[in-house]
């Protein structure tokens, strides 16, 4: 059955987000959560609880570090509602190709911000369309298990900003210039879509940061 709803979050604040110098020296999937992110995944675990009280809940995680050190601390809270959690590659964070230099990386996000968010081909990595496409074999699997007559009332993606982004824009067929006005959510943030009345249709009912016009 349909989940009642579709949870999704951002992982805790990582290595790579407080010293972009981490990005030189490890690997962007090995990258660790920093002590406020083992925090901030700790709080969103009770959030989420409050959330689903006592129903129950599939996981898919990407298989990078920081997104299952997230669901690590997050479990803590809900361990009892997990039905399933699977770690899903198709989530994981847009590829960035080899280790760079942090000025490397600073031109290639303004090239990118200059071209387009959504089409920019990461030198050696993904572009944003690149992601939409794993998403869209992604959807795939998560619609065979929502007709399993024993799905929970609930899914949960701990999962990263820009692939976030890229679900949504898949499930609620935005244009690429909605999803290049749409921020990332922050660390750590909920993103909660609700099954609607009719049973079919799903409403984003967590408000996105927008970008400046």
């Known amino acids: 059955m349909k989940p009642k709803r579709i949870i999704l979050i951002r992982h805790g604040e990582s290595q790579g987000n407080v010293d972009k110098q981490h990005y030189e020296e490890i690997p962007d999937y090995a990258l660790n959560l920093t002590p406020r992110g083992v925090e901030q995944a700790l709080e969103a675990g009770k959030k989420i609880k409050a959330i689903i009280g006592d129903e129950k809940v599939s996981v898919?995680?990407?298989?990078?570090?920081?997104?299952?050190?997230?669901?690590?601390?997050?479990r803590k809270s809900i361990e009892e509602n997990i039905t399933r959690a699977i770690e899903d590659p198709r989530i994981r964070e847009q590829e960035w190709g080899h280790q760079r230099s942090v000025n490397e990386n600073e031109e290639i996000k303004k090239e990118r911000d200059k071209y387009s968010t959504f089409y920019f081909r990461i030198p050696d990595g993904e572009s944003g369309a690149d992601v939409y496409d794993r998403m869209s074999t992604f959807m795939e699997t998560l619609h065979r298990d929502f007709r399993k007559d024993d799905f929970p009332e609930n899914a949960l993606l701990v999962t990263h900003g820009m692939t976030l982004r890229l679900f949504l824009m898949k499930w609620f067929h935005w244009t690429v210039e909605e999803f290049e006005r749409i921020r990332n959510p922050k660390n750590c943030q909920i993103v909660i879509m609700e099954r609607q009345l009719d049973g079919e249709k799903y409403k984003l009912v967590t408000e996105l940061s927008k970008r400046d016009a």
């Open 60 to 74: 898919y995680i990407s298989p990078f570090f920081r997104t299952r050190q997230t669901f690590a601390n997050i």
